[in-house]
């Protein structure tokens, strides 16, 4: 928890309450995230429920190998005898990746210096965010899909890959927080994913069961390796 104890700061260490549960994964045996409520958490496993926040990282564009790697598969299906075709498409993708991984240093260092001016700073409400989830240290993804089994919540996994579907948003939950600049501790929040647009806390029943509580690790449960 940083010196702005008030706020919500970049590189903070939170838990998120949703009804009265956690947002909770067992990180390396299981790559989804649910609401698991306190009272079922033994305390040597609450690591499980802790997220550092991040400012949006800058990621590199796999837009151009994703497509010659579809057109190679429809390629591949279609025309399976046009060898020739099909090693020139070979060929273009693996110079794209090498493009690619030659960047990937100079987006290292940028993503290290965007952190390291961002942490401690309070997190403006509407600004990009990263939750890392501390004992995977991997990130929280959202898809457009309910979790298979609490319909209630966007079904959310972890991320070992860069990319823009990382990025969420808290937006004041009360009407009359809107004209507050930063996100707060015990403020109640909205959890926004900018990949679907929606809180991860599905509506449109009453807005009140989308809210979020943000609550910092004063517990020292990070206090060793992270």
């Known amino acids: 928890m940083s010196e702005n104890s008030k706020y919500v700061c970049y590189g903070d260490i939170v838990?998120?309450?949703?009804?009265?549960?956690?947002?909770?994964?067992?990180?390396?045996?299981?790559?989804?995230?649910?609401l698991v409520s306190k009272d079922q958490i033994a305390t040597r496993s609450f690591r499980n429920g802790l997220f550092q926040?991040?400012?949006?990282?800058?990621?590199?564009?796999?837009?151009?190998?994703?497509?010659?790697?579809s057109q190679l598969d429809l390629l591949k299906s279609l025309?399976?005898?046009?060898t020739f075709a099909i090693e020139q498409l070979q060929k273009d993708i693996k110079k794209e990746k090498e493009i690619l991984d030659t960047r990937q240093e100079k987006l290292d260092l940028l993503n290290k210096k965007i952190y390291n001016e961002s942490k401690g700073k309070p997190i403006p409400y509407g600004q990009k965010v990263q939750l890392l989830h501390v004992e995977s240290q991997t990130f929280?993804?959202?898809?457009?899909?309910?979790?298979?089994?609490?319909?209630?919540?966007?079904?959310?996994?972890?991320?070992?890959e860069g990319s823009r579907d990382l990025y969420f948003v808290f937006e004041p939950k009360v009407v009359m927080e809107m004209q507050a600049l930063y996100v707060e501790y015990n403020a109640s929040v909205k959890l926004i994913s900018c990949k679907t647009n929606q809180p991860i806390i599905r509506g449109p029943i009453d807005e009140d069961e989308t809210k979020a509580n943000l609550n910092p690790d004063t517990n020292g449960f990070t206090n060793n390796g992270t």
Do not use: M, W
């Not at 909770?24 to 045996?29: E, L, N, P, R």
């Not at 025309?79 to 046009?82: K, L, V």
């Open 15 to 34: 838990y998120i309450e949703l009804h009265d549960s956690i947002l909770f994964s067992s990180g390396f045996y299981d790559k989804s995230l649910h």
């Open 140 to 160: 929280v993804r959202a898809t457009k899909e309910p979790d298979r089994h609490d319909k209630s919540i966007s079904l959310l996994e972890l991320s070992e």
């Open 53 to 69: 926040l991040f400012p949006n990282y800058t990621y590199k564009d796999l837009g151009q190998v994703k497509l010659l790697e």
């Open 79 to 82: 025309n399976p005898h046009e």
